[in-house]
């Protein structure tokens, strides 16, 4: 069974900071980019950071990059976004997904999607 559980969002006030983890199972991680995306209601879903296979490539959204940070660890299956500097703005839920293209871009073709997990950002 393919699981991507993402945790960690919750209200947090205007430039506060929360840390976002997937935790994934069920398939070779090792050979999948992971990505995170959010979707508020009533807009579309958009990319936020994606991380390479072994972790040695990231990208961002530009509306985020210099705020947030993606990282991996293989070992144990799980995925971060350190979120600093938070906006109402980023209001939204946020979701972890997987993608066959080891080398990972916000708009490849993503096969495995997690449940995601809600931020609210006042102000």
């Known amino acids: 069974e393919v699981q991507l559980q993402a945790s960690g969002g919750g209200l947090v006030q205007s430039g506060g900071s929360l840390r976002l983890s997937c935790a994934a199972s069920?398939?070779?991680?090792?050979?999948?980019?992971i990505g995170w995306f959010r979707q508020a209601p009533g807009k579309r879903r958009e990319g936020v950071a994606c991380i390479s296979s072994s972790g040695g490539s990231t990208f961002y959204g530009l509306f985020v990059k210099g705020r947030f940070t993606i990282s991996r660890d293989n070992a144990n299956n799980m995925v971060y976004l350190q979120m600093n500097s938070l906006r109402p703005e980023d209001t939204a839920t946020y979701y972890c997904?997987?993608?066959?293209?080891?080398?990972?871009?916000?708009?490849?073709?993503?096969?495995?999607w997690g449940h995601g997990t809600r931020v609210t950002v006042s102000s």
């Open positions: 069920g398939f070779a991680f090792d050979d999948y980019a």
């Open positions: 997904a997987a993608s066959k293209d080891w080398a990972g871009s916000l708009t490849s073709d993503y096969n495995y």
